[in-house]
């Protein structure tokens, strides 16, 4: 059996690893167009697992987790641009204040259960966007913060030996990079214990307190680790399109990266992943050919609510099960 699970485990790190790679040569292979979409698919699929954590993981449905992105976002742009600090400083600085909005938040938010726990994250979004949305002076207000500089990475092809790449193509494998640090942070912590405890909260919170779990502090601490990995995302998507806007951090956008997160399977590691980068596809090709766009998103989500209550990464494993029992 010990050997069984750690071949598992040794399959799915040559698997990760491959992954790895097969997107680290997309820069070097694909036109401008695809690279520039994957590497926002990239930052939203950290940032839909992120969410997975709470909602996937711990059972804590929250309606606020663009705020996290949006403070990220936000601190990681006026470091750049008022303060003229180092990229790299700048994007800690976003992870880090991502977590401590999330830290503010939780604080309260983890007090309560079930919808008062949703309402309060949707509560506390919205202070947050109004702070933004009225901030003239440090925001930009409802104009939001543009012209963010980018930063200087011609050091990555002259590393890589590639003269000819552009800031986009550098900047994505930045993204990857950081990306894929997030996912691992993510991937250890739910194969951890402390995921073990974070599955039990979500199956019954009352009895992992009988069984010795504190289960606020544990929310708590997951909470702004999701917070945090938000964060981290927002800096990068700000940077990249030299920009922030309070939409980045409006309801709205907290319900869409929930849709994804949904879409793929919650509760599955890679699902919000696969959910993400599905969903920002159909978005492409059905705005290209038609204005109706949530007309057929509301369709989608009513034929997997009804149909594939696990997402795709659900119908995935039945497909696959179903092949294996042949």
């Not at 040794?10 to 292979?29: D, I, K």
């Not at 909005?101 to 309402?119: E, K, P």
């Not at 030996?161 to 993204?175: E, H, I, K, T």
């Not at 929310?219 to 309070?246: E, S």
């Given at each position: 059996?010990a050997?069984?699970?750690?071949d598992?485990k040794?399959n799915?790190l040559?698997?990760?690893?491959?992954?790895?790679l097969g997107?680290?040569a997309v820069?070097?292979?694909?036109p401008?167009?695809?690279?520039?979409f994957?590497?926002?698919a990239l930052i939203?699929?950290?940032?839909?697992?992120?969410l997975?954590l709470l909602v996937?993981?711990t059972?804590?449905i929250?309606?606020?987790?663009?705020?996290?992105?949006?403070?990220?976002a936000y601190a990681?742009?006026l470091?750049?641009?008022s303060a003229g600090?180092?990229?790299?400083?700048s994007?800690v600085?976003a992870?880090?204040?991502?977590g401590?909005?999330?830290a503010v938040?939780?604080f309260?938010c983890?007090?309560?259960?079930?919808?008062?726990?949703?309402?309060?994250t949707?509560?506390?979004?919205?202070i947050f966007?109004?702070i933004?949305f009225?901030?003239?002076?440090?925001t930009?207000?409802d104009q939001?913060?543009s012209?963010?500089?980018?930063?200087?990475?011609?050091?990555?092809?002259q590393?890589?030996?590639r003269?000819?790449f552009?800031s986009a193509?550098?900047?994505?494998?930045?993204?990857?990079?950081?990306v894929?640090i997030?996912?691992a942070?993510?991937?250890?912590i739910?194969?951890s214990p402390?995921g073990?405890?974070l599955r039990?909260?979500?199956e019954n919170e009352?009895?992992?307190?009988?069984i010795g779990v504190?289960?606020?502090?544990v929310?708590?601490?997951i909470?702004?680790?999701a917070?945090?990995?938000?964060?981290?995302?927002g800096?990068l998507?700000?940077?990249?399109n030299?920009?922030?806007?309070p939409?980045f951090?409006?309801w709205t956008?907290s319900a869409?990266?929930l849709?994804?997160?949904?879409?793929g399977?919650?509760?599955?590691?890679?699902?919000?992943a696969?959910g993400s980068?599905?969903?920002l596809?159909?978005h492409?090709?059905?705005v290209?050919?038609t204005?109706?766009w949530s007309?057929?998103?509301?369709?989608?989500l009513l034929?997997l609510?009804?149909?594939?209550?696990s997402g795709?990464w659900?119908?995935?494993?039945?497909?696959?099960?179903?092949?294996?029992s042949?």
């Amino acid at each position: 059996m010990a050997v069984k699970t750690l071949d598992n485990k040794r399959n799915r790190l040559l698997m990760a690893t491959a992954l790895f790679l097969g997107l680290g040569a997309v820069p070097f292979f694909a036109p401008p167009f695809y690279v520039v979409f994957l590497n926002d698919a990239l930052i939203i699929a950290c940032l839909s697992m992120s969410l997975n954590l709470l909602v996937g993981y711990t059972g804590l449905i929250s309606f606020g987790h663009a705020a996290y992105f949006g403070l990220g976002a936000y601190a990681c742009g006026l470091l750049l641009k008022s303060a003229g600090l180092p990229f790299g400083v700048s994007l800690v600085a976003a992870g880090a204040f991502g977590g401590l909005g999330a830290a503010v938040a939780g604080f309260f938010c983890v007090r309560l259960n079930r919808v008062y726990f949703s309402m309060l994250t949707l509560a506390f979004s919205l202070i947050f966007w109004a702070i933004c949305f009225r901030w003239n002076d440090l925001t930009g207000g409802d104009q939001g913060l543009s012209g963010i500089p980018y930063p200087n990475l011609t050091w990555i092809s002259q590393m890589i030996g590639r003269p000819d790449f552009s800031s986009a193509q550098s900047y994505y494998l930045v993204s990857l990079v950081v990306v894929a640090i997030c996912i691992a942070a993510m991937w250890i912590i739910v194969s951890s214990p402390v995921g073990l405890m974070l599955r039990t909260i979500r199956e019954n919170e009352q009895r992992s307190t009988f069984i010795g779990v504190e289960t606020r502090r544990v929310k708590l601490a997951i909470f702004i680790v999701a917070g945090t990995i938000a964060g981290l995302a927002g800096g990068l998507f700000a940077v990249f399109n030299r920009g922030v806007y309070p939409d980045f951090m409006y309801w709205t956008k907290s319900a869409e990266i929930l849709i994804m997160a949904l879409f793929g399977g919650i509760g599955s590691f890679w699902g919000p992943a696969i959910g993400s980068l599905t969903l920002l596809l159909l978005h492409q090709e059905t705005v290209a050919l038609t204005e109706y766009w949530s007309f057929a998103l509301g369709v989608i989500l009513l034929v997997l609510t009804l149909r594939f209550p696990s997402g795709l990464w659900g119908l995935f494993e039945r497909f696959t099960n179903t092949r294996r029992s042949k």
